[in-house]
Nanobody, 115 residues
Framework: QVQLVESGGDLVQPGGSLRVSCAAS????????MGWYRQAPGKPRELVAR???????AYADSVKGRFTISRDNAKNTLYLQMNSLKPEDTAVYYC?????????WGQGTQVTVSS
């Protein structure tokens, strides 16, 4: 059974930093397409950052230069380092993994950026 468990969400002030993690279990994820999405209240879920085929990374324009996605395959863990946080980054952040023939979602972790 594949499971994704996010952690690290918190309340942080504008301009601050935060790292969220996604622990994967149920199989090895070193070859899985993985990424981070987020959903703010009243808005659709949107892609934040992901590893593309071949191990390259892709980011939403709104987070480029501020967020960094990384992974530790030995620990089966995906990370999202978020710097220079803005109030508009407030959302539930979800981890996603695609393992053919289907995708998997975590339960989400709340990130709130507010003074």
């Amino acid at each position: 059974q594949v499971q994704l468990v996010e952690s690290g969400g918190d309340l942080v002030q504008p301009g601050g930093s935060l790292r969220v993690s996604c622990a994967a279990s149920g199989r090895a994820f070193s070859d899985a397409d993985m990424g981070w999405y987020r959903q703010a209240p009243g808005k659709p879920r949107e892609l934040v950052a992901r590893f593309t085929s071949g191990g390259n990374t892709a980011y939403a324009d709104s987070v480029k230069g501020r967020f960094t996605i990384s992974r530790d395959n030995a620990k089966n863990t995906l990370y999202l380092q978020m710097n220079s946080l803005k109030p508009e980054d407030t959302a539930v952040y979800y981890c996603y993994a695609f393992i053919a023939p289907r995708g998997y979602w975590g339960q989400g972790t709340q990130v709130t950026v507010s003074s």
